[in-house]
């Protein structure tokens, strides 16, 4: 069956790093387009990133542009967020999601960024 685990997550102080790994088993990998949500207590789940199959294509939200990058191995069967410059309104829980005509979701992993 189809699943993602996400990793990488926890407390960081603002202008700060983080690398979010989503493992991907299950389905054929490189045959998807990945992308990142977050959602923050209180608001919609929004779209952070995406990433084309073989991740030669790749777009952001607006508020992460320049900030993040999102990228992929398809050997590992892995997509990554990398997350520079952190800001505390980044702060939510990080979710990986497969392309395709269903939804599939990881668990999610918490990013907190405070002083």
């Known amino acids: 069956q189809v699943q993602l685990v996400e990793s990488g997550g926890g407390l960081v102080q603002p202008g700060g790093s983080l690398r979010l790994s989503c493992a991907a088993s299950?389905?054929?990998?490189?045959?998807?387009?990945m992308s990142w949500y977050r959602q923050a207590p209180g608001k919609e789940r929004e779209l952070v990133a995406v990433?084309?199959?073989?991740?030669?294509?790749?777009n952001y939200a607006d508020s992460v542009k320049g900030r993040f990058t999102i990228s992929r191995d398809n050997a590992k069967n892995t997509v990554y967020l990398q997350m520079n410059s952190l800001k505390p309104e980044d702060t939510a829980v990080y979710y990986c999601?497969?392309?395709?005509?269903?939804?599939?979701w990881g668990q999610g992993t918490q990013v907190t960024v405070s002083s």
């Open positions: 999601k497969r392309a395709g005509s269903i939804d599939y």
């Open positions: 299950g389905f054929t990998f490189s045959n998807y387009g």
């Open positions: 990433i084309n199959s073989v991740g030669k294509y790749t």
